[in-house]
Every structure is written in structure tokens, then in C-alpha cells.
């Protein structure tokens, strides 16, 4: 399938690929919030993971991700929309705009929505760990 | 020696039109050109003497008498004439009724044949679906074990084509004749590469295609016996009575011609070619297994076709394997470009994973895949799956010892 300009340029060269620690250290950090969605047999997983910085706002983030090009430009977008933002900034990234500006085709726009659950999914995560109520309103799959 | 990209890698799916047999059929279209229904004058007697040099090239390649062989469109065509054809033609009870015959065939056999299948279980027959065991592999036991009395019609590929395994067929074969029933087998990924004698390996109505063997694509044959025992079908396409009755419609001559010529060119190279494809085929395997961990080939490790293999890389997604390698030509085994998300049903009825089956590839050579060209892919492939895993968390987790089977996943 032909992929557009800007997905196969974020898979050649992600942004922010990595973790801030094994998963055992990230869980016990309060500053880190993870999201991980997907699932393997579905062909896609999605790790995505900020870090908050003192005054709430998101100052680094990082991606992992099994999944097609367009999953992984997705994620990597993903990444550098989060960064600098304050949490209810990233809250509101809809996958509808990650869909617009990769020029997703319909068959891809999962691979938006699991974005966007996975910023849901790590903003919710810190939110928790840090006492914070958690935003319940997750995508209807 | 400079390497021309893309290479290609999919002879699987399709191959090269073999330059000496584009050159025979190119006088069909043109000089050649009449209609070997016609009768009554040279143009159809020139025609009809080139079709029947090509069923003898054809016949040849499998150990078939001429008046054995049908042309057809291709192997989807043979498959649904041999399949419903046979059906109709020993079905117990008319059209109407239940009850009307079984069938038995496997659950990761080409599409060409399980929707045949499928169709007749509407109409009243009842069919039996071998699950396969781990290594693609059908036995004459397992065909044995799911005979009924009404048993109509065994229908059993020759060799797999995703993975590559090559299933009893002489066994099977054996097993059919001393219960008199019909058995067919889709050959599309054997004949032309394997030595093939439909009487010493025991098999009733063989497919062919004709692009699988660097022929023309749009043409195949069905081998439909005539001789202990004597095999009788209905026909599906029904018109001008052409190929005794069986397939009506003024024949193909351009790729009759073409599909004989490149039967004929299989029967000479056959034994170089095997033997030259699987070393290569070794050679793949053995490079890309010592390189990387959490490998799996897939299929049986000695019963494969020479020159194909299939392998699940482990924590890594097909699709993004294949963009990474797009200057190799090669099939994946995740589905994720259709929008079913549904990995292959092939390698999902062996009992691989989800997981692993959506991180295969498809690697099939053929008559002009050289050394460099697989060592090439081979570096390629290793490259991206390392590069893949550095982006895959489930790779982590892997080395972080978690068992990602473990996870309780949000499937969406």
C-alpha cells in the first residue's frame, strides 16, 4: 500500500524512540506516567511514556511500538505534539487531527485512535500515581 | 556484481514469463492466430496442432496421457471444476436434499479451495476440514481417520503455499483409491519444481497454473483421469462443448502454447533448479537464524518446497518488516493492510500465535534468483528487524524477562 510522505518520513526517522527506565523502574517513578495499548495479535502495541515535570507540564515523552508504519508514525507524532504541553493540553490531541496530518487512509485510522488512547492511557497513569482523578472517558472500542 | 533493485522474492505469488516462452507465444497472436474450433480450414488445423503439442508438453511434465489434460484459466479455475465437478457428478442424492456426499479437506488450503467447499456444504454436502498439525503437514492417518462411508471426494494441496510444506499426497492418494473416492490435489506450488508422476503418486484430478512456472498468467490445466479409475465430472462452464465437454469457451492459444512451452522448459531444468533453490534457501534460513534470536521457520523442516520459506521474527509487525525492506519483494503474513486486521489463516491453523504470525514473511525464489540477491535480503531483513526491535516494546519486555502472553492486552 502506498504510505504518504509524512508516515513513511516519521518511520525512517522516529522521534523520541526509547523509555525512561525498564518497566519495573517506570512504575515505581511518580514523575512518569505510561500508556500501553494495543495488543500483539492484533498486530499493534503502542508504549508511550511522559515525563511531568514540577509545574504539570509535560517535558519529555517516549515512544515504543510493534506495529505497521503507520502505527509507528502515529506514535512518534504522538510524541512531539506532547511535549511542552500541560496535561488537559494533551488530553485534548484527538486522533482525528494525527489522521489529518499524516494523511492517514481509512484502513490506518486505528492506528490514530490507539494514539490517542495511549496519550489518554499515560496522562490518566501519572494522574494516578500522583493522586490526581483520572479522566474516564476511554475510547469505545 | 552490481545488484538491481527491487529484487524480487515473491515467486510464490506470481513469477517472470521465461523469455523462451514468451518467444512461442508471440506467433499466436499474430501468424498463428485461428481458432482450433474451426474445422475446416488451415488457420484452425495450425491452432488446434500448437494446442496439442502444448497438452503433450503439459501431460509429459506430470506422467499423463494427453486426452488427460483440460485447459483452464488457472488453478482457481481447475480447482473449482475438479471440487464442484466431482461433487455434482457422485453426489448420492439430487440437488435439493442433504445427505448428498462428504468431502474432506484441510483448513489451510488456498481459498480456491475451501470457498468450492464452502458453496457445496450450502448445497447439501458435508465437509470435513483437517486441522493441520504445528508443521502444515496432512498424513495419510488423518485423512484415514476422517473417511466416512459416504466419503465422495478427498481435495489435499501438494505443497502449502505459504509455508511450504509438502503434504502424503501418494499416501493419501493410495488411501482414496482403496476406498474408491476421488481424489484431488491443488499442485499450483509443486508441479514444475518437484517430480510429479500422477500414477505412481496416485492422484485422480491434479490443478496446475500456468504464472506459478514462468508461464503465462490467465492460463492452467486440470489432469482429470481417465484410467483405473476412470474420473467423470460435471462441467461448470457450459458453451461449445470445447475440451471434451468440460470447460466450454474457444480455448486459449496464446497461453495454451505458452503454458505447454513452460512445462516443458520445467521438465529440463527441474533437477538443477531444485538443487541450486534450496541451497539458497539454506543459506537465507542459516544467515538470518544465526544472526537473530527469537526466529521460527515456519512449516515442516525436511517435507518444504526447495525454494521457499516462511519465517515469524518474534516482537516485530509484518507490514513494517516489509516497509523497512521495500526494495525486497517479499509477502507478509500479517494482513494488516486489508481491513480485517486478521493475520494469515494459514499459519494461524498450525497453531502459531497471533502474535508471530502477524511477524512472518513469505521469501520465494525462483529461476533467476542469484546468491548475491539472497545474501542481500538476507543482510536487509537482519538489519530491520534489529532496527524494529530497537522501536518494539515487547522486545524489552522480552529481555526484561516478562512474558508478553502474560499481559492482559486490550484487544481492540
Not at chain 1, 42 to 62: F, H, N, P, T
Not at chain 2, 292 to 312: A, F, M, W, Y
Request: negative net charge; aromatic residues 6%.
Amino acid at each position: 500500500m502506498a504510505y504518504s510522505d509524512k508516515v513513511i518520513e516519521h518511520y525512517e526517522r522516529p522521534r523520541n524512540v526509547g523509555t525512561f527506565g525498564t518497566q519495573k523502574e517506570i512504575k515505581e517513578r511518580r514523575d512518569i506516567g505510561v500508556g500501553l495499548v494495543g495488543a500483539p495479535e492484533c498486530g499493534d502495541v503502542m508504549q508511550l511514556q511522559i515525563k511531568v515535570d514540577d509545574s504539570g507540564r509535560i517535558e519529555d515523552a517516549k515512544f515504543k511500538c510493534f506495529g505497521c508504519g503507520s502505527a509507528i508514525a502515529s506514535s512518534s507524532l504522538a510524541t512531539e505534539w506532547l511535549k511542552g504541553k500541560t496535561l488537559d493540553e494533551g488530553l485534548s490531541i484527538k486522533n482525528t487531527q494525527i489522521v489529518e496530518e499524516l494523511s492517514l487512509p481509512p484502513v490506518k485510522i486505528h492506528c490514530s485512535v490507539l494514539a490517542e488512547d495511549a496519550i489518554r492511557a499515560a496522562i490518566n497513569d501519572y494522574k494516578t500515581k500522583n493522586g490526581i482523578t483520572a479522566d474516564t472517558k476511554a475510547h469505545a472500542h | 556484481m552490481t545488484i538491481k533493485l527491487p529484487i524480487y522474492l515473491d515467486h510464490a505469488a506470481t513469477t517472470r514469463t521465461d523469455p523462451r516462452v514468451v518467444e512461442a507465444v508471440l506467433p499466436m497472436f499474430t501468424e498463428n492466430f485461428g481458432n482450433p474450433g474451426s474445422r475446416n480450414h488451415s488457420f484452425g488445423w495450425r491452432a488446434e496442432e500448437a494446442v496439442e503439442t502444448a497438452r503433450r508438453q503439459v501431460a509429459d511434465l506430470l506422467g499423463a496421457e494427453p486426452k488427460e489434460i483440460v485447459f483452464t484459466s488457472g488453478a482457481t479455475e481447475s480447482n473449482n471444476l475438479a471440487i464442484k465437478g466431482a461433487a455434482y457428478m457422485y453426489a448420492k442424492k439430487p440437488a435439493g436434499e442433504t445427505g448428498r456426499g462428504h468431502i474432506i479437506t484441510a483448513m489451510h488450503e488456498h481459498k480456491a479451495v475451501l470457498d468450492p467447499c464452502k458453496r457445496l456444504q450450502k448445497e447439501g454436502f458435508d465437509v470435513t476440514y483437517l486441522q493441520p498439525q504445528r508443521d502444515g503437514l496432512i498424513t495419510r492417518a488423518m485423512v484415514e481417520a476422517a473417511m466416512r462411508e459416504d466419503t465422495i471426494l478427498v481435495s489435499i494441496m501438494w505443497a502449502n503455499n505459504e509455508i511450504g510444506t509438502i503434504n502424503e499426497i501418494p499416501e493419501i492418494g493410495a488411501l482414496c483409491h482403496e476406498r474408491n473416492v476421488v481424489f484431488h490435489t491443488d499442485a499450483t506450488q509443486w508441479v514444475g519444481k518437484m517430480p510429479t508422476d500422477v500414477n505412481r503418486d496416485n492422484v485422480d484430478l491434479l490443478s496446475l497454473s500456468g504464472h506459478k512456472i514462468y508461464g503465462p498468467k490467465g492460463v492452467g490445466a486440470l489432469y482429470v483421469r481417465r484410467r483405473r479409475p476412470r474420473v467423470r465430472l460435471t462441467a461448470i462452464q457450459e458453451g461449445g462443448g470445447q475440451e471434451r465437454g468440460l470447460r466450454s469457451g474457444t480455448l486459449n492459444v496464446p497461453g495454451i502454447v505458452g503454458l505447454g512451452k513452460a512445462c516443458e522448459l520445467c521438465a529440463q531444468e527441474m533437477d538443477n533448479e531444485r538443487d541450486r533453490l534450496l541451497a539458497l534457501r539454506k543459506h537465507i534460513e542459516e544467515k538470518v537464524t544465526t544472526a537473530l534470536d527469537v526466529v521460527q521457520i515456519n512449516g515442516h523442516p525436511d517435507k518444504r518446497l526447495p525454494h521457499l520459506t516462511n519465517i515469524s521474527f518474534g516482537f516485530v509487525e509484518g507490514e513494517s518488516l516489509m516497509m523497512a525492506t521495500k526494495e525486497i519483494a517479499m509477502s507478509s503474513g500479517s494482513a494488516c493492510t486489508s481491513a480485517s486486521l486478521e493475520p494469515s489463516y494459514v499459519l494461524k491453523s498450525l497453531g502459531i500465535g497471533d502474535d508471530l504470525a502477524h511477524s512472518s514473511l513469505r521469501i520465494s525464489m525462483g529461476r533467476w534468483t542469484t546468491k548475491e540477491e539472497v545474501d542481500y535480503a538476507a543482510d536487509k531483513i537482519i538489519e530491520a528487524v534489529r532496527k524494529l526491535r530497537d522501536l518494539s516494546p515487547l522486545y524489552d519486555m522480552h529481555n526484561e524477562g516478562i512474558d508478553i502472553t502474560k499481559i492482559e492486552w486490550q484487544a481492540h
